[in-house]
């Protein structure tokens, strides 16, 4: 079925509040988490909605916890999210990096405490609409429960350590790329679980090291995630580890039950600084329309329609959905209907 955004984003503000959220929060996610779907990041939008409930019913996530700033400095701070939804302590954090940037042109904010964030580019967005270029590095996930190997390896030592950055351009041109440095992402292996299909091929290994395609046997723990790029992806998963989880020393923060097994000595780092750093934004805005033109005006390869650049296919999705409405399963819709009625 093909539902409107703001209908979501209704239902989603509800049900939250229903749970226990206050009604500003509630908002917020609603926000982040339609936008996911309208972007087409499906694993991050209303498909998580389930599982931040069943978290606050386990004690995991503190809905109205307030995130706060305890280590401050001229252009870094470090944020302590309290364990409320991961999308509030992250959208703090970077206005935090933004405010800073926008006094000493570039800044470092890392933050701890953190439940699950949703889509990284959401926030990467933040930091574009104000001319800055922005990175983030996410990791600590695997602390007690990893769930990726390292490359050459056969058991499970890391996790799927989410990266995102982004390039101010314009509305049609902004360069955003937000992925996990795993072939494939957790939440994408729990969809096609549910929906009985199999994965791509080269996403997980088993105990005796092969690969296999069926996301059951990732489910019941006996197979893991794969780095992406070989050692090159390995390469930056860690880099992402490092960054996020140990320069951020979320695992010193962490209060068992909250965050759970995988989130709860996760952290974050954002790092944000000016596009006019070393010349006017003119001049970069100008350099970046010509590379981006030059790159899109090449050939296409054969099975390509068309040479796109990071953004573009979600922009591409977000227009057809904000006309048309967002699909959303029948399955899905049952588990939201019960949250509704229980």
Not at 47 to 53: A, Q, V
Request: glycine share 10%; with cysteine.
């Amino acid at each position: 079925m093909l539902l409107q955004p703001q209908y979501l984003k209704s239902i989603i503000v509800k049900i939250l509040v229903k749970y226990g959220t206050n009604k500003s929060y509630a908002e917020s996610i609603s926000k982040s988490l339609v936008l996911s779907d309208l972007y087409g990041v499906d694993t991050h939008g209303l498909f998580h909605l389930p599982l931040y409930i069943d978290w606050i019913k386990k004690g995991e996530i503190k809905p109205n916890g307030k995130p706060e700033i305890i280590i401050k400095k001229k252009n870094t701070a470090l944020v302590k999210g309290n364990w409320t939804f991961g999308q509030v302590t992250a959208k703090f954090a970077m206005r935090e990096a933004i405010n800073c940037a926008e006094e000493n042109d570039m800044s470092i904010v890392s933050g701890t405490q953190v439940t699950h964030t949703g889509r990284l580019g959401e926030y990467i967005e933040m930091a574009l609409r104000k001319k800055m270029i922005a990175f983030i590095f996410s990791g600590g996930f695997s602390e007690i429960a990893p769930i990726t190997i390292p490359y050459g390896g056969k058991g499970p030592v890391l996790s799927t350590n989410p990266f995102a950055f982004g390039f101010p351009v314009d509305n049609s041109s902004n360069i955003i790329c937000d992925f996990a440095t795993t072939k494939i992402a957790g939440s994408k292996i729990i969809k096609a679980y549910n929906e009985n299909k199999e994965l791509p091929e080269g996403c997980l290994v088993n105990n005796k090291g092969k690969y296999i395609k069926n996301p059951a046997e990732f489910i019941e723990g006996s197979a893991w995630l794969v780095p992406f790029g070989e050692h090159k992806g390995y390469s930056i998963m860690l880099a992402n580890e490092f960054i996020g989880g140990v320069v951020s020393s979320a695992k010193l923060f962490s209060e068992a039950p909250f965050g759970g097994k995988i989130l709860g000595k996760s952290g974050f780092t954002i790092i944000v600084f000016k596009t006019s750093l070393f010349t006017l934004y003119e001049d970069y805005y100008r350099r970046m329309k010509e590379l981006i033109n030059k790159i899109k005006k090449s050939k296409p390869a054969h099975g390509f329609n068309k040479v796109m650049l990071p953004g573009d296919k979600e922009r591409e999705i977000y227009n057809d959905r904000i006309k048309n409405g967002i699909p959303v399963s029948d399955e899905l819709w049952s588990k939201i209907n019960n949250l509704i009625s229980s």
